[in-house]
């Protein structure tokens, strides 16, 4: 019937959490460690390039694009984020899985201190 209620989405899905603002630094690492993207200063202040395989701009097929950073160049937008995942055809999808990889580190495990020992008057 037309009228008849749509089924709720399956609860399997999970909605993407928003793309966060991200240090320049640590969207690089990511971006060339997850992705094999690289970033280069350009000859403005707060712009930078990312650039794919081969890395080299003068080659037809290299895709490059450059995005303006902000807070004197050291944080990324999650509007220009989207730009660069955009540009070099990455899935939000991925781009979290990549994300969730290099935030969640282990602590490192150290030793309980020692009891302390009470000395005798």
Do not use: W
Not at 62 to 89: D, W
Not at 95 to 116: L, W
């Amino acid at each position: 019937m037309a009228n008849e209620p749509q089924p709720q989405l399956q609860s399997s899905q999970k909605q993407l959490e928003p793309i966060p603002e991200m240090e320049l630094s640590d969207f690089r690492r990511l971006m060339r460690l997850h992705f094999s993207i690289s970033c280069e200063p350009t000859g403005r202040e707060y712009l930078v390039r990312f650039i794919g395989p081969p890395y080299k701009a003068e080659v037809e097929n290299c895709r490059y694009l450059a995005v303006m950073t902000h807070n004197r160049g050291t944080k990324l937008s999650p509007h220009n984020i989207k730009q660069v995942l955009a540009k070099f055809e990455i899935g939000e999808d991925r781009f979290h899985e990549a994300y969730e990889q290099s935030t969640n580190k282990v602590a490192p495990i150290r030793p309980e201190p020692p009891p302390e020992i009470k000395k005798a008057s």
